[in-house]
């Protein structure tokens, strides 16, 4: 079993800066690839940002340049660095991890979601 907690959201001007952290909690599992999503009002959840296990990243067209995605293998922690903030980058985000367990034979065939954190770019 994997808990993801994110952390860090809150309200920042636009053009300013925010960093997302989501730590991964639990036993008997392996992380794999792991994913940045938002979800704004009225709108469908959309993949931001994604980096693979072995450090491959890739993200929407919309946060391209100005995100980054990165990961804390020893402290089992994904962070988000979001840069020149618009309003349209408003949002709770969330983290999810792919991982395996002892009991999926350590294939990575289960994911996690964290319970999202708000994310208001507003002046």
């Known amino acids: 079993q994997v808990q993801l907690v994110e952390s860090g959201g809150g309200l920042v001007q636009p053009g300013g800066s925010l960093r997302l952290s989501c730590a991964a909690s639990?036993?008997?599992?392996?992380?794999?690839?792991m994913d940045w999503h938002r979800q704004a009002p009225g709108n469908e959840r959309e993949l931001v940002a994604r980096?693979?296990?072995?450090?491959?990243?890739n993200y929407a067209d919309s946060v391209k340049g100005r995100f980054t995605i990165s990961k804390d293998k020893v402290k089992n922690t994904l962070y988000l660095q979001m840069k020149n903030l618009e309003p349209e980058d408003t949002a709770v985000y969330y983290c999810s991890a792919d991982f395996a367990t002892s009991a999926t034979k350590w294939r990575p065939i289960l994911r996690a979601w964290g319970q999202g954190t708000l994310v208001t770019v507003s002046s």
């Open positions: 639990g036993s008997d599992f392996r992380l794999n690839n």
């Open positions: 980096i693979t296990n072995d450090g491959n990243t």
